[in-house]
């Protein structure tokens, strides 16, 4: 069987953070989001992927990193959306293939709920989400019979019921003859699912769909949740007066200065420095080379490469893109009173109370000015120049 993996979406909803670089290539635990996907796949015996991209030069040093391991075919992408990226791999696909959309992080379990779905009933599978709210994501009902009865690719409203399409599927060559006759993947699922009996493959797990800004936030805590034990490089340097509790890993060349404060889960990349009196606590992600300067506090947030936060700054349940500039005093507020429409808060509970906290969306190379004070769910996209 085929193992065909779509890594090429830049995606409107992290645009601010990504500046049109797939998502795909989001760092999270010092490596890119596709990287997690081939080592799951590679947790579950699968060793061999047909690899679909619309840029597919951003991704040839995974062919020298997985060489030894994985055998890696990369397929550029011509025609737009979805419906290009898995015509763009027809010519490899002969019987029976899994598809997976790259930028779905889920534990190596879920995929085999969908294999082994096809493997007992020898029929197409999808991965099944059981969400609330099911309108981002395309909804899916069930029959009695554990089939599919149906896709509804966007709906408006909820369908009491439905579950959400979890970006995990085994189709047959025949799915390719309709994908060529409709206009959108969506079209073609409505269509695939009333022609052929299609297991419903419901995956209770963890599963984050990376679209949006709070969407990365989730995703960080359910990787940093699967930390059992710390990892410190030999060639760190931490100050004794530092405090490190949790589990953490923290790379080479890391500096933490002073009385800095440490509690896990969390990531450190290579290279960054963490200032005297600051607290990094619980579930943060800092990628390579960032600088997080005297006595801030970071919590719940991902911090994507060369990243410098000034001094005396408060940063929580936020996504910063890579190579942004926090000045001196900046402060994000986190607690959120409201939903507001799609945007959807961590939730907190404490004391029997529930708090929903959410902080700033700052975009790659953006600069934040001195003492500026950012509204839950704020977005900045200010290039730096």
């Known amino acids: 069987m085929q193992t065909i993996l779509l890594v090429g979406g830049a995606g409107t909803g992290l645009r601010v953070i990504t500046k049109g670089k797939p998502k795909a290539l989001l760092k999270l635990l010092g490596k890119p ?15 061999s992927i047909i690899l ?3 840029r597919p030069e951003l991704y040839e040093d995974l062919t020298v990193k997985y060489g030894r391991i994985m055998e890696i075919e990369i397929v550029k992408q011509y025609e737009p959306e979805i419906r290009g990226a898995v015509l763009a791999a027809r010519d490899y696909i002969k019987d029976y293939f899994l598809l997976i959309y ?13 294999l082994d779905a096809h493997k007992v009933h020898e029929k197409s599978s999808m991965m099944l989400i059981p969400e609330e709210d099911v309108r981002l994501y395309g909804a899916v009902t069930i029959s009695s019979m554990n089939t599919i009865k149906e896709f509804i690719e966007k709906p408006r409203d ?3 019921g439905a579950y959400a399409c979890g970006g995990v599927f085994v189709f047959n060559k025949n799915f390719l003859t309709i994908l060529e006759e409709e206009e959108s993947m969506g079209k073609a699922l409505e269509k695939y699912v009333k022609l052929e009996n299609v297991i419903a493959s419901v995956w209770s797990g963890w599963w984050v769909d990376i679209g949006y800004p709070w969407d990365v936030l989730r995703a960080t805590y359910y990787k940093l949740d699967e930390l059992k034990k710390s990892s410190i490089a030999k060639n760190a340097s931490i100050a004794p007066t530092a405090i490190i509790k ?4 923290i790379e080479d060349e890391v500096v933490i200065d002073h009385y800095a404060l440490l509690r896990g889960p969390l990531y450190i990349g290579q290279g960054t420095f963490i200032g005297s009196h600051t607290m990094v606590r619980t579930y943060v992600n800092i990628e390579e080379n960032s600088s997080i300067y005297s006595y801030s506090e970071i919590v719940w947030s991902n911090i994507q490469p060369k990243v410098t936060i000034g001094r005396a700054s408060f940063l929580g349940f936020s996504v910063i893109g890579e190579e942004s500039i926090i000045e001196p005093n900046v402060i994000t507020k986190t607690l959120m009173h409201l939903e507001k429409g799609i945007v959807k808060p961590i ?3 404490k004391k029997q109370r529930r708090y929903l906290k959410l902080g700033a969306f700052i975009g790659a190379r953006t600069r934040v000015p001195i003492g500026k004070v950012l509204e839950p769910g704020s977005i900045v996209d200010n290039e730096l120049t």
């Open 246 to 249: 949790g589990p953490v890993v």
């Open 52 to 54: 679909v991209s619309d």
């Open 158 to 160: 909820t369908i009491p």
């Open 102 to 114: 790259g930028d779905v992080l889920v534990p190596p379990e879920a995929y085999k709920v969908v």
């Open 347 to 349: 939730e907190i509970v």
């Open 33 to 47: 989001v596709v990287e997690h996907v081939l080592n799951n796949l590679l947790n579950i015996g699968i060793n």
